[in-house]
């Protein structure tokens, strides 16, 4: 069964930490997103890549990084994260074209 | 620039009831349009998807046809069921780049019994 899989469902983090969130797709997908999930907001794109160790700036990266060392793993990383990084993560593959997405379970991650 | 407007929630309908749930979008050319679903603790999953003017999409028994005269990708379902209460997404996509999807803000249903 193909998949993208996020490392944790359920993150807690102090204020000022490092947190990385890893995700990993097994459908030699070259395009990989990044979103955080708010209520009343929907799905914001952080950053996305449409192939290895290339990356782009979605709506919403300030305070946030990635990384893609390789074509199956994007990591998204919270440089000093804050309380208002508390969300929900999700993260999604696909091919180029009309496919859609297929997306990870989601991390929810709250910031103290 | 590319937008989706999709109706406010949440919608409480009674099991068996039909189901309207309307997105206009606004964008340039021809892209494309989605219906994503939610459940309860649950990434995104695809439910449809219409790549051209007049294509309908359909799947478990819903429906929504690509309408580019009222720019319009409006989801139905002629009876809805418990196991049908999700969060439902609205999104569009052009072929370019990394073909990023916009989305609508999602408009919650509750379906019950």
């Known amino acids: 069964d193909v998949k993208v899989t996020q490392s944790s469902r359920y993150l807690v983090k102090r204020t000022g930490e490092k947190v990385f969130l890893e995700c990993v797709q097994d459908?030699?997908?070259?395009?990989m997103f990044w979103y955080r999930q708010d209520p009343g907001l929907g799905l914001r794109l952080i950053y996305f890549?449409?192939?290895?160790?290339?990356?782009e700036k979605g709506d919403i990266p300030e305070g946030y990084s990635v990384s893609r060392e390789k074509k199956e793993r994007f990591s998204l990383i919270l440089e000093s994260a804050s309380t208002n990084q508390t969300s929900m993560y999700l993260c999604?593959?696909?091919?180029?074209?009309?496919?859609?997405?297929?997306f990870g379970s989601g991390t929810r991650l709250t910031v103290v | 620039g590319d937008s989706v407007t999709q109706m406010e929630g949440p919608v409480t309908l009674s099991e068996e009831a039909f189901l309207t749930i309307n997105c206009t979008y606004t964008?340039?050319?021809?892209?494309?349009l989605f219906w994503y679903v939610q459940y309860p603790g649950e990434g995104l999953q695809l439910l449809l998807k219409?790549?051209?003017?007049?294509d309908k999409g359909s799947n478990k028994g819903f429906e929504a046809t690509y309408r580019k005269e009222t720019t319009s990708f409006h989801l139905e379902k002629g009876s809805v069921q418990v196991s049908d209460s999700a969060v439902y997404f609205c999104?569009?996509?052009?072929?370019?780049?990394?073909?990023?999807?916009?989305f609508g803000t999602g408009t919650r249903l509750t379906v019950i019994p």
């Open positions: 999104a569009l996509s052009h072929l370019t780049g990394a073909n990023n999807l916009f």
């Open positions: 890549s449409y192939d290895v160790k290339m990356k």
């Open positions: 999604a593959s696909s091919f180029p074209g009309p496919y859609g997405y297929t």
């Open positions: 219409a790549t051209k003017a007049d």
């Open positions: 964008a340039t050319g021809y892209p494309s």
């Open positions: 459908m030699d997908h070259e395009n």
